[in-house]
């Protein structure tokens, strides 16, 4: 053997590092931030709905929404009531008091264009009413 050079032994161990690196923990939080950084702002966009809030207590025969309905052929009604397109807005000003708080839910049939459903809902927001949706019927389960 040369001189200088130590082998050791069979029976002795090296003792073990008392230090924990941090290195590869650093980098994974470093890489975990850059990731929520980009993914929160996506999160948040999303599609505004007018939900109703609830609270507990009994339901207000008044806070019952207006329904407007657009039947296949164009035809308009507010409740169960045909009405003309001129004679909507008046109406439904005269039955909510000009609240623009009042729920005015939109029913529009499958076979009537998205424009004029969309039509008769710009109306309806132009004329201050704020809460204004869309009525869907969910497919049935097969």
Do not use: C, W
């Amino acid at each position: 053997m040369g001189a200088g050079v130590k082998r050791s032994t069979g029976g002795r161990r090296h003792r073990p590092m008392g230090e924990i690196n941090v290195t590869p923990f650093v980098d994974v939080m470093l890489v975990l931030l850059i990731v929520f950084m980009v993914t929160a702002p996506l999160l948040t966009v999303g599609v505004e709905v007018d939900l109703p809030k609830t609270k507990a207590g009994a339901i207000n025969a008044d806070a019952a929404p207006l329904v407007v309905s657009i039947k296949a052929d164009g035809s308009l009604y507010l409740q169960e009531a045909a009405v003309d397109a001129e004679v909507l807005i008046p109406r439904l000003k005269a039955i909510s008091n000009a609240n623009p708080d009042v729920r005015i839910f939109v029913r529009g049939d499958q076979a009537v264009t998205y424009g004029d459903v969309l039509g008769v809902m710009g109306r309806i927001q132009a004329a201050g009413f704020e809460k204004v949706a869309l009525v869907a019927q969910l497919p049935e389960a097969k």
